[in-house]
């Protein structure tokens, strides 16, 4: 028997790491059936590991509200019932889903009982917890306070790991599979809206996926996806409609390689292509070749492409005489200056986004 158990974690172990996105895993519905999560593929998804004796209970209005305000707009809300946390969610899937209707009338997806932590935890939360660890809890939140010295008494280092920590972790889903967040039962509910509009809204989620990149695969990009690119960033706004910036786009791999040569090393990250953009030699026209250049990473980003803006390796090509024939090649106007660089191809990683400071925003009424 133990030996069946081993086998049965390694079989799991094997999923999770294999796993790309949640649209790999199975689960079992209300109903005893299994249910292919590939269903939901196209759809925001909010997965969340509930109790119905927990004091986080009444999230379960706050989460029928947001699925009423947003299910018609693709959003799914998957209720996982958890009985690892105080022993609060008790009774069996139908006697959940019977509370749970008939005091917060919930109509999403309510699925059966699960562990999420330790030997027997679902592979699927496994994966989320891979993809988005333990971040910590609020401490000038009264409960997150209360919550982190409940479990520090328990164990000193309990926010070292990335185990769900109680009741109502939720984790959003990007409409194509990624785990874009994880909140804790502590996060207000209005944050978690703002992070649904901003998923369900193609531009917006285009605009929050968007990261550098600094791995690429050796593929170069077609043509007509530079064009396209390109037809983006040239529609950008420019004071007056001046359009003070010039654009090179190097599809020569050549001439990359014969710079990356020169320098002993590869300036753009293994890119197999670049986007130049060029501003007046006098000076001026930088706000907008920056406007050029967010568009044209958008616009890639929305077609599966990698970018990262270079000003670095600009100021290297600019200072060392035997880069003289890649300006050249570039054929640079006199009056015009290289600004900067988008290295731009098929990424070959996945880098999570980095912290944002909200507090830097204000609003003055």
Known sequence: MKNLILCLMAMMGTLTLSAQSVYDFKVTNDEGNEVSLDKYKGKVLLIVNTATRCGFTPQYKELEELYQKYQAKGLE???????QFGEQAPGTIQEIKQFCTANFGIQFPQFDKIDVNGPSEHPLFTYLKAQKPFGGFDLNDNMG??????????????????D?????????????????????PTDKITDIDIDVQLELNPTLSTIM???SVRKYLEKVVEHDKLQVVARAGINAPSAVNRQPWIVRIVENQQLIANVNKAAGRSLFYGAPNLICVCTPAAGGGELDAGLLGENMMLAAQALGLGTVCLGGPVRFLLSDEKFKFFLDHLDIPADYK???????????????AKPRNAEKVKYIK
Do not use: H, Q
Request: proline share 5%; net charge positive; charged share 30%.
């Open 164 to 184: 769900i920590k109680w009741n109502f972790t939720k984790f959003l889903i990007s409409s194509d599979g990624r785990v874009v967040k994880r909140y804790e």
């Open 338 to 352: 290289l600004n900067y660089i988008l290295a731009i191809g098929y990424p070959n990683e996945s880098p999570n």
């Open 209 to 211: 996926a968007r990261r």
């Open 77 to 83: 809300i998957l209720d996982f019932p958890c009985n």
């Open 145 to 162: 306070k209360l919550l982190d010295n409940m479990l520090r008494k328990r164990d000193a280092n309990y926010d070292k790991n990335a």
